[in-house]
């Protein structure tokens, strides 16, 4: 609550009737040319002002922002609200409910342990695609949802009711961030304080990443670890720096053939070579104007996977229209309207704010596109997929996996990337230098299958095992979706059908887009092909595709083939998708149904037909393909205002299955302590109210050595669990079924399951061994330093009391929010990661659980340092902390131990310590935020 107002900028807006009090920003000089993003954190900081967290001093920093200085200044933005979807809040709300018995045990109020900034939760990650290509498809799945994850439906209904301003969206309902910019979002927020109406910009965090989607609305947001939502949701603001701002001009209008998803892969390429972690990226220009809201946010919603914190949009007609079209009332559309115009945040083209660096893109120049196989910034022009599918069959098709990260990550040429041949982009692909586009390809293995008995066929490597309309970053999108609906139509009109060994998914984003398919007739065609739908969530996108056939999973396996998934999400990590699927490309919805007609990847839409029609001719894509004209007479014709105030009008209230679930009352929790699904985590155990100074850490040995562009879903995997792992050992001895393992996201709220789950993924390579995939490491406890599961090394380090350290490459923790792969790691025993550059999020969750975060000096990696993981580490200068001070770099000196090989020098190096702002640091000397909060409230 404001106590200070330095700039006299209280005032009133009068919006019809109603009063609202608002915090100008224009009595404070210089904030004209701010970027619109700085503008809501200046409008932040004049309403949060109380001379102590945020100060006059703070908001003459903003309002004075020179766009080309490196940041320096630590504000403190306070969110309006928090999102969470369930495989993330879970976890929130156990330790939310651990605090309140923390509390109790220190002697204060567990009733203090309450949502203060409004929080909403979106059920939506739990639904697996386990039944497909049937009418009772989606019925059966939503049954398996309820089966599978009755006790943590439970817990979240207690929470619903022991929090105060809490809400939940049940399942089936659809995906957060599409619930978010349909329903939850105002982009004018209003709150009762002090007997008024107070009016402000709609600000939040999320506890996933792609909560950037609502920056397409123009509301800065963007996604936090849980630890860090647990934080905001407490009232504790989040600590920052002021951004550089990375301008981005639009001109120029999209040709016809191309989506919106083509444009998304194009931006998320050029700004992941132009370098934009930890930097906003606005939207501006003529071109703004003639951008759909729909494709503002499938392009903010893509933010994490060009690195960025954020990828504003402005505030304009377009904005109204669409908060109209999806039921918003007509007062808060006026609100909308009065308030941005008085605060300058309405789009003015004519007016070019400044910004840090500068970018531009002639929407005219962009092409049909995929991404893959494994990272989304790895566009590949659809015209080069097949010849670029060759090349990279080189590295999933051979025994030897290792080469799959012999490249390592290149850069483009100094000139605009786009147009560019993956070719021409060479090892920014991790490509071309270590497999030439002249290699020959791997040898096919044409392999028969007969499923339950039918008729048999022939799959080879390439072949599209999961076609999957799926992801909020497309399904949101209306344009995509019914040009995908059309190209069904046309695909059937002429006879085609998809692959039998394809699985055809659909997984709409809200119910909204069932609604606008069955009114243009267009579900009928979808499912013609089979496109019926699989559920209302993220399935494929976040790792619950479900398991393929079990004769074609076994024909995959049996015989080593590099099969594929084409999936319209944001994320194609590797081991994310599917266990049986190597390579994972990214495409359009329209791409999906092409992909699923062509049966494989190794297809030239050009030149390769799709197959014949009723009269024996050859179909290509072109002749199936829907003209942007019928594209937009649809969506006129079939969406509009009424289907959105209908499907959200009981958007709390979820079906009889949701009502009628048993839930446990009280402040409290009742742990079960049979249960595998929620658990009393350990972080508060034995903790004081006193402070255990912070120390150096001695003799550490290597848990992994890791390589560049190492996901949080490689640290902490989202998906199936394997028998053998020993998060799969757990559930066995726990008398759980394989069959009813869950996924690793689904049981997030078990922290047994997940430390044993931490860098167990699958396709992780961790370069202490040889060729060797999967969460495995060398012990060093044993004699001859044994291969073992990485879980099972760090309990052996943990009875000898020895500390542990990870090394790792560039891009260190990209991926997900995923508060997890942070405490896992901290779990596991791990003091600190040593790596070349961390992405935003992961760095900052890691301090948040109390690992230090070091950077290598500049231009320096593991490898050219000569660490090869066999020595023991200390890291020294720690204790300056305690100081209230932030040393620039901790001082690391690696001996060589028995287990080196011979001759093996010592190394030393000053590290950069990636504590950045004094409020993280105030976090790592707690031993973590949640300490911090805890010893905060009482």
């Not at 224009?26 to 309403?47: I, Q």
């Not at 050859?618 to 019928?630: H, M, N, Q, R, T």
């Not at 001895?733 to 869950?742: L, M, V, Y």
């Amino acid at each position: 609550m404001s106590t200070v107002n330095s700039f006299g900028s209280k005032d009133t807006l009068t919006v019809g009737s109603t009063d609202y009090e608002v915090f100008r920003i224009d009595k404070v000089a210089g904030y004209e040319k701010l970027p619109f993003s700085l503008k809501v954190l200046l409008e932040n900081l004049l309403r949060t002002e109380d001379g102590k967290n945020v100060t006059e001093a703070h908001i003459r920093s903003l309002s004075s922002w020179v766009p080309s200085a490196e940041p320096d200044t630590e504000i403190q933005f306070t969110p309006a609200r928090v999102v969470m979807q369930d495989f993330t809040g879970v976890p929130c709300i156990v330790d939310l409910a651990t605090m309140r018995e923390a509390v109790a045990e220190l002697g204060g109020d567990p009733t203090k342990i309450n949502p203060l900034a409004p929080a909403e939760l979106v059920i939506d990650h739990s639904v697996i695609a386990d039944l497909f290509g049937s009418a009772d498809a989606l019925e059966r799945n939503v049954e398996l949802e309820y089966e599978r994850n009755g006790e943590r439906y439970q817990f979240l209904r207690w929470g619903q009711s022991a929090f105060d301003d809490f809400k939940v969206v049940p399942p089936g309902t659809g995906i957060v961030h599409q619930v978010n910019i349909e329903h939850l979002a105002r982009v004018t927020y209003t709150r009762e304080v002090n007997g008024k109406t107070r009016a402000f910009p709609d600000t939040l965090v999320g506890t996933d990443s792609h909560t950037t989607m609502v920056n397409g609305l123009g509301v800065l947001g963007w996604g936090v670890g849980g630890i860090e939502a647990e934080a905001a949701m407490l009232g504790q603001p989040v600590s920052m720096l002021i951004p550089k701002v990375v301008g981005f001009k639009l001109s120029g209008s999209i040709p016809a053939g191309v989506t919106a998803t083509d444009v998304v892969l194009t931006i998320t390429q050029m700004l992941r070579w132009h370098g934009v972690v930890g930097k906003f990226v606005e939207f501006y220009g003529e071109g703004v104007g003639a951008v759909p809201l729909a494709n503002r946010a499938t392009i903010g919603n893509m933010s994490p996977e060009f690195g960025s914190t954020a990828a504003m949009f402005p505030i304009d007609d377009v904005t109204l229209d669409y908060l109209r079209l999806t039921g918003r009332s007509e007062e808060q559309v006026n609100l909308v309207e009065a308030y941005s115009k008085l605060q300058s945040l309405w789009h003015d083209p004519s007016v070019e704010p400044n910004y840090s660096e500068y970018l531009e893109l002639d929407l005219g120049t962009v092409v049909p596109s995929i991404a893959g196989p494994k990272r989304p910034q790895d566009r590949v022009e659809l015209t080069n997929a097949k010849s670029q599918f060759e090349i990279d069959l080189n590295n999933y098709a051979s025994t030897d996996h290792s080469k799959v990260d012999a490249a390592v990550e290149g850069t483009f040429p100094a000139s605009d990337p786009i147009g560019l041949t993956p070719q021409d982009e060479d090892s920014a692909h991790e490509r071309s230098h270590s497999h030439p586009s002249h290699a020959p390809s791997t040898a096919s293995k044409p392999t028969s299958v007969s499923v339950d008995g039918g008729d048999s066929f022939t799959i080879d490597h390439g072949a599209v095992a999961i076609a999957a309309i799926t992801s909020c970053t497309n399904t949101s999108n209306p344009s995509v979706m019914l040009a995908a609906g059309l190209l069904a139509r046309n695909a059937a009109a002429k006879g085609l059908k998809s692959k039998p060994w394809v699985k055809t998914t659909l997984a709409p984003g809200s119910k909204v887009v069932t609604d606008y398919y069955a009114k243009s007739g267009l579900d009928v065609s979808l499912e013609a092909l089979g496109f019926y739908t699989v559920g209302y969530g993220c399935t494929t996108c976040i790792g619950n595709s479900g398991p393929l056939e079990d004769e074609i999973s076994a024909a995959i396996n049996e015989n080593d083939l590099a099969v594929t998934a084409v999936l319209s999400g944001n994320r194609n990590f590797e081991g994310r998708i599917n266990p049986d699927v190597k390579m994972n490309y990214l495409a359009s919805p329209p791409l999906v149904i092409a992909y699923a007609l062509a049966g494989s990847m190794n297809f030239d839409f050009g030149s390769d037909a799709l197959g014949q029609d009723q009269d024996g001719n050859d179909v290509f894509l072109k002749d199936i393909w829907p003209d942007a004209s019928e594209v937009q007479a649809t969506i006129d014709s079939s969406i509009d205002r009424d289907m959105f105030i209908h499907e959200y009008a009981g958007v709390f209230d979820g079906d009889e299955r949701w009502q009628n679930l048993s839930t446990p009352t009280g402040s409290t929790f009742e742990w079960d302590d049979e249960s595998t699904y929620v658990r009393k985590p350990p972080y508060f155990d034995g903790m004081t109210m006193e402070i255990t100074p912070v120390s150096s850490v001695t003799g550490a040995r290597v848990l992994a050595k890791l390589g560049d562009s190492v996901t949080t879903d490689h640290i902490s995997p989202a998906g199936s669990i394997k028998g053998d792992s020993p998060a799969g050992q757990y559930l066995t001895e726990h008398g759980i079924d394989r069959k009813d393992f869950n996924s690793y996201g689904s049981r997030r709220g078990n922290h047994e399951v997940m430390i044993r789950g931490t860098f167990a993924n699958i396709r992780l390579r961790n370069q202490l061994l040889d060729g060797v995939e999967g969460g495995y490491t060398r012990d060093f406890t044993t004699p001859d330093a044994e291969q073992s599961f990485i879980y099972d090394a760090a309990q052996n380090y943990a009875a000898q009391n020895t500390p542990l350290v990870v090394l790792g490459g560039k891009e260190y923790g990209s991926g997900s929010s995923r508060d997890w792969a942070a405490k896992g790691t901290s779990l596991l025993g791990v003091k600190a990661v040593i790596c070349e550059s961390f992405e935003r999020i992961h760095r900052s969750n890691l301090i948040g659980m109390g690992v230090l975060p070091l950077q290598f000096p500049e231009g320096q990696s593991w490898e050219s340092l000569g660490l090869d993981g066999t020595e023991s580490i200390s890291i020294s200068g720690v204790e300056e902390l305690n100081d209230d001070r932030i040393p620039g770099t901790l001082h690391v000196v690696a001996e060589p131990t028995a287990h080196s090989p011979a001759g093996k020098l010592t190394v030393e190096f000053d590290a950069k310590l990636r504590i950045d702002t004094p409020g993280e640091a105030d976090y790592y000397r707690n031993g973590g935020i949640l300490q911090y909060v805890l010893r905060s409230l009482v």
